[in-house]
Nanobody, 117 residues
Framework: QGQVVESGGGLVQAGGSLRLSCTASGSFFSIYKMAWYSQAPGKQRDLVAAITAGGSTNYADSVKGRFTISRDNAKNTVYLQMNSLKPEDTAVYYC???????????WGQGTQVTVSS
């Protein structure tokens, strides 16, 4: 999978929006399953949203209707559009790239999202 790099985090007021981006290097991005995870201080890392190579998506119940995951294979990039943000969305967001052929995972360094009330 090569290198995985996230961007787009920041500080936003409740009700606002952010778009996270994640770029994964490598020639086989189009077959990767891509996912976003969040980890709040003192808590485990949880799945937020995932998208398969075929474009099927799934979401955590807490973000359904507010977050949208999408991918652009030409740019080796996956996005997470986050709308109607809540203070409880505050966390470090990590991008994961999974190669379904080898089973190998790649993780980004994380990007901080802070939602103020």
């Amino acid at each position: 999978q090569g290198q995985v790099v996230e961007s787009g985090g920041g500080l936003v007021q409740a009700g606002g929006s952010l778009r996270l981006s994640c770029t994964a290097s490598g020639s086989f991005f189009s077959i990767y399953k891509m996912a976003w995870y969040s980890q709040a201080p003192g808590k485990q890392r949880d799945l937020v949203a995932a998208i398969t190579a075929g474009g099927s998506t799934n979401y955590a119940d807490s973000v359904k209707g507010r977050f949208t995951i999408s991918r652009d294979n030409a740019k080796n990039t996956v996005y997470l559009q986050m709308n109607s943000l809540k203070p409880e969305d505050t966390a470090v967001y990590y991008c994961n790239a999974n190669n379904p052929v080898t089973g190998r995972d790649g993780w980004g360094q994380g990007t901080q999202v802070t939602v103020s009330s």
